[in-house]
């Protein structure tokens, strides 16, 4: 099993709000799946993510640096 960590991602996304999403499970990953994610997703200071909400799945969030605010429901 190959391990897959932030330096493999050569081109992590770059969202219009600031976040820079390397994903290591998923649609744009090494390893394809379309029902699941594995991410490190960085929010620079001043920057943030958009609300937003899955349908079919959930998130999970840990926080290394930093605070966050969330509002769920």
């Not at 390893?31 to 958009?50: G, M, T």
């Not at 079919?56 to 605070?67: C, L, M, Q, R």
């Amino acid at each position: 099993m190959e391990i897959i960590n932030k330096p493999k991602v050569h081109s992590p996304l770059k969202t219009e709000t600031g976040e820079i999403i390397y994903e290591f499970v998923g649609n744009s990953a090494f390893f394809d799946s379309k029902n699941h994610s594995v991410a490190q997703i960085e929010i620079p200071y001043k920057k943030s993510s958009k609300p937003h909400y899955h349908l079919k799945s959930e998130e999970t969030y840990f926080i290394i640096k930093g605070k966050a605010r969330l509002i769920i429901d």
